[in-house]
Every structure is written in C-alpha cells, then in structure tokens.
C-alpha cells in the first residue's frame, strides 16, 4: 500500500488510528436548561500519538478516555473555547500567591501550622493565644511581645483577613453568576471582631464572634450605579416603581443571604456557621455543639499516613514539638490504583453528590488512554525526563494521598485534564495548587525539552461562571473556532461579554482601536445560562460526562448539505480524501484505490463514505488526515 500509512510515526513513535463516531448530540453538561443539547464531532481513538494529539488540541479536540470530541462551537449552546497559557509568561494573582503561602504554612514547623489550624479553628488562635511563645512578628524584630497582646492581635488580624477573603470569594462568584447588577467597582470585605459590650446590646450569644456589613456597601454600590445610569426627568410612576422592585431585590438583606448561601455552597469556613441577619454575615462559632455542622476533622487526634488533626481543645504547648509536614508529588504512568479509585470516589460522593461511582466508569474517564507513551531519550529533546503520554500526578503529605491530577504531556504542552483531591483538606485549595506546580513543572522541562512551554487547561465556557477561574491564570489566550488562530484572552473577553460564540481570529488589533469582530448570533437564549455545580477550585474540569456515552446521531440537515456540497464539485478536499488511509477488514487501503483492492463497490456506498471523509477532513485538517488511519 505504499509508506503512507505509517506517515504518522515521526520519530519511530507509532501511528494514530481513529474510528468515526459521526455527529454526536448529547445534553449539555454545563446549562440547566432540559431543551438545550451539546453538539460535537467523535472519533474513537485505537491509538493515538503524542504528536497527533497535539496537532488535535490546536484544533480545539480534546479526549474523555479513549474517546476524543470538538464541540461544533456555531451550533452547540456553551460554546468551549479551548484556554492554555504560556508558562514563561505567567505572573500569579494574590489569590494564587496566597494559596501557595497557605501550603507552605500548612508544611511548615508549628509557628506556621498554627496558622493553618487558626484559619479551620479560629477558636484556637484566641482561646490559646498564651501557650505560643514567639510570631512571625517578634522573630523577624527580635523582640519578645507580651503573651496575649501583639501575638493575638497578630492571629486575629490573620484570621479577620482570612474570612474577607472567603467573602470576597463569594461576592466574585455571585456577581460572576449574575445574582447582582454589575457595578464599576466592587468593595472589598472587611470583618471585624464581635466585643462582649455589642452582644448584650443585640442580644447575641456567645457563639457570634465575627460580622461583616459588606451587604450594605453592595446595595449602597449598586445603587449608585443605577442613579448614574438612570436619564434624569424620566421620574414617572413606572419608573419609581421599577426602582422599588430593583431595592428589594439588592436590598442588604437579600445580598447577604446570597453571600451566605454562596460561601456554604462553597465548603464555609471550617469551625464556623455562617449566617444572614438583617443584611449582616454573622459567624457563629460550632465548637462547642455536637451539631452535624462541625467538619470530621475538629474531633479526631490524628488521621491515616499521619497528618495529624486536633481538636480544639488539644491546642497546647505539647504542639510545640510536630515535625513539619512533608509533600510529596509522584508523577506515574496511567493505571489503574485502588488507592486512588477510592479517593476518587470520596471526592465524586461529597462534592459533586455523585450517588453511584463505578470502577469502570472510573476507568474509562481518567485511566483508559489511547496515547502511545513514549519513553525519555537522552538523544531526542523533544520528550522529557517523564517521557510523552498519560499520566496521573500524585500529591502526598505524610505519605497519604490527598490529590491526583490527571494529565497528558504532549510535544509543546501539559494539557491538564481533571483533578480530585480529598474533601478532607479543602481548606488548601488543591486544585490552584496543583494548577501552580503543573506550570512550574513545564518551566523546569524547558530545560530538557525547549518547545514544551504551554500548559493547556482544557475548555472555556464564557457563559459558564463557575468556569472563568480558568482565566485568572494570565496571560491566557483561547482558540479562534474557525482558523485555529491564538487570540489573547483579554481581548477576547470584551466581545465574548457580547455574544457567547465569535470568530476570534477577526479581531485585528491597531494602535488606536480594536475593531469588532464577526460576531454570530447567539445559538440559544443565553440569559438563563448557567454552570451545573461544580467547584472553582478544580482547575480540571473536565468531566467528559456528556461524552462518555455518546448517543452518536449523524444531523441530517447536516448531512444533506455535506452531499450537495459534494454533488455540486467541491474539489477543496478531493485529493486529500483520495488519499486517506482506511483500515477496512483488518486492510489498509487508500480512498482512491478502494475498489481496485476490493471489486465493484455500489455507487451509494461510496457516496456515502466520501460523505463522510469530508467532513472528518474538516474537522480534523488535511495535515492528520493525510497521515491518520481511519476506520468508518
């Protein structure tokens, strides 16, 4: 048959081989809505080289085990934008930076492990303050603070700064998701301690210790905002009314409610009930109940692979002698681990609420892998020390496993694929840690392999809120649908704001303007828009649940315009799809030779297979189509 079914070996690392999987509609993973339905193109990958899954990621595919996906971004109802980011340019946020400062205390001796302890059990912090015997502060002034004075104030201040960060947090995601009118800017949280003198004057009980009226600084903002937009001498009744039923709907009240439910959605704050009272986030300690609302990990001494965990009233001197805590991180071939299997199932359970988590599913989604590893070479500068293919990174303190990260290490890239982490220790924030060591990683490969420098963070959903968090690692840039062209994110996000599917490559930069782009109609109402649960901390959040059990179902509006195409003289593929290499029966055989090799083949048979070529040819490029081997 010729060489040119092997083209696709560069390198002696095997060739691809694909079975078509047609047009697959399926219900959207991403919208609430029950008519609106994801539509992609699906091949089933045999074998698949790290240079072709490459060339198919910059082509907007991405793989759910062995089987691979591009949305069909004009027609589906959450366009997904494929989002990487150039190692060498990343420059972390404070909240990035903060979650590796967190880690590092958590691992730190036991100065800085009780600062991670006051953040779950900020009790501690105050309760105990007299049995530490130096801070931060005195070590690094060398002067020795009075117990209970500078120290304390030192630990509360922390704490105080640590929950308007948490509120922070939900105020992003409430606006994110469109609870809240937009405003020009938005204020930041500030907390203060609850003395003993306002209790009694609210008659509180004890159990409030922090509040916070944030609510009444957004009301009073968006507010604001309307009376700047509003025409003055249009003050008719409808409009008054209008602008009551706009109060009650951001009046203080209602605003922290959503702050509250948003950060208890979001775990809470560990040790703490959070509550909406009169437009105030109150913080109620549950340390001293048996309320369910109290985390596992308040009343156990010490857990598995120990990491130790105390309670709070176990706080004492005796901490004084921990040994710092050790992380480890492994990276492995994929396979499947029990270990990791039931973390994986802890994780599903209590985060997503799966109720059924099978091994085979399992399996399939995040083991199964239809790349070719291929082994480090001392000769070849293109594959690292790891060598190219599917990998499962695993995160460790004190030899017990807390995290796995799913990824693939590709030519130019770490395309980073899913992530579950134990629910246990949340409160580190795994999923931006592990985000911040995969880059770091891809700096310290560059070394070894000069063209691995994108860390690729799968799709992004422009109408999805909870998925934006893939933007904040900057500068990112995301994948034009249509000439597979980079286009930097913040330039993207201004016309993104405006329709939910656009063609990126037409915007062209000048000095003096950016000129709008094509800009397509929205394919479905996007106003009702919104993410399915899931956690902004997943920075992997693929769950290729939509994918994993296709309906395959070829549209048919589609395939009548496919072939009229073809009938009507389209030659733009016509050498290309002569020249695809088919597997049939066990034989490789090009398009054009079919019937030499075969016999007479029906005249509707073969019309309907060109058909078919055409459009993998599209969707796949004629630079892998020429080198791929297709199945039917």
């Known amino acids: 048959m010729g060489d040119g079914a092997s083209s696709s070996r560069g390198k002696g690392r095997g060739e691809t081989w694909v079975i078509d999987q047609g047009r697959v509609r399926s219900p959207c ?31 907007g595919w991405r793989r759910s085990g062995c089987y691979l996906y591009k949305p069909e971004m004009e027609r589906t109802c959450c366009p997904s934008y494929t989002i990487r980011l150039k ?15 967190r880690m590092q205390r958590f691992l730190d001796d036991v100065k800085d492990e009780d600062s991670k302890d006051e953040m779950n059990h900020p009790n501690s912090s105050m309760n105990q303050a007299t049995n530490a015997s130096s801070s931060k502060l005195s070590t690094s002034s060398g002067k020795q603070s009075p117990p209970g004075t500078c120290e304390n104030l030192c630990k509360d201040g922390e704490f105080l700064c640590y929950l308007a960060d948490k509120i922070d947090s939900a105020i992003n995601a409430c606006f994110g998701a469109g609870e809240f009118p937009s405003v020009p800017q938005l204020p930041k949280a500030v907390v203060k301690k609850v003395s003993r003198q306002m209790k009694n004057k609210i008659m509180e009980t004890d159990d409030l210790l922090y509040t916070s009226s944030i609510s009444f600084q957004i009301s009073a903002a968006i507010r604001k905002s309307w009376q700047m937009d509003e025409k003055p001498a249009k003050l008719g009744s409808s409009l008054q009314e209008n602008q009551s039923e706009k109060s009650s709907d951001v009046s203080p009240k209602v605003i922290a409610e959503k702050l509250a439910e948003s950060m208890e959605q979001d775990g809470g704050v560990p040790g703490f009930l959070t509550k909406a009272c009169n437009g105030h986030l109150n913080f109620y300690s549950t340390v001293n109940t048996t309320s369910k609302l109290v985390p596992e990990d308040i009343h156990t001494q010490t857990s598995k692979g120990g990491c130790s965990k105390r309670s709070f009233s176990s ?39 799966d109720e059924i988590v099978t091994e085979n599913s399992y399996i399939r989604f995040l083991v199964d892998t239809p790349i070719i590893f291929v082994p480090p070479s001392s000769l070849d500068d293109t594959v690292p020390p790891c060598g190219l293919g599917s990998f499962h990174q695993q995160y460790l303190i004190d030899g017990k496993l807390v995290a796995v990260g799913v990824v693939d290490i590709l030519p130019r890239c770490l395309s980073s694929k899913y992530l579950f982490w134990d629910p246990d220790v949340g409160f580190l924030s795994l999923g931006k840690y592990s985000a911040l060591q995969e880059i770091n990683w891809i700096k310290e490969m560059q070394v070894h392999c000069p063209d691995l420098q994108y860390y690729y963070l799968g799709y992004y959903i422009h109408t999805c809120s909870k998925m934006r968090y893939k933007a904040a690692y900057r500068p990112s840039e995301l994948l034009c649908p249509l000439r597979y062209r980079w286009v930097p994110y913040d330039i993207a996000r201004l016309f993104l704001d405006k329709s939910p599917y656009v063609v990126l490559s037409d915007i062209a930069t000048t000095q003096d303007q950016v000129p709008l782009p094509q800009v397509s109609a929205s394919p479905v109402d996007n106003s009702t828009v919104d993410c399915l649960d899931g956690s902004s901390d997943d920075v992997n959040e693929e769950t290729g649940a939509q994918y994993e059990y296709p309906d395959a179902g070829v549209d048919d509006v589609h395939c009548r315009e496919a072939k009229n195409v073809l009938l009507m ?31 007479p083949i ?31």
């Open 87 to 101: 190692a060498s340019d990343f420059v972390p946020s404070k909240e990035q930076a903060r979650v590796q400062k």
């Open 569 to 599: 003289g389209d030659s733009r593929y016509a050498d290309i799809i002569n020249n695809v290499v088919l597997d049939v029966n066990g034989s490789r055989v090009r398009f054009k030779e079919l019937q030499q090799v075969f016999g």
């Open 315 to 353: 706080i004492n001197t005796d901490s004084l002698t921990r040994k710092r805590r050790k992380l480890e991180i492994r990276m492995k071939t994929s396979s499947f681990d029990p270990e990791e299997f039931a973390l994986y199932r802890k994780y599903q359970i209590r985060v997503h609420n």
């Open 602 to 632: 029906k005249r509707r048979y073969i019309v309907e297979l060109e058909r078919k070529l055409h459009r993998y040819v599209k969707v796949v490029g004629k630079k892998l189509a020429s080198r791929i081997i297709y199945s039917p």
């Open 29 to 59: 993973g991403y919208c609430k809505s029950n008519t609106n339905s994801s539509i992609s193109h699906g091949l089933w990958a045999n074998r698949l080289t790290a240079d072709d899954y490459q060339e198919l990621l910059d082509r």
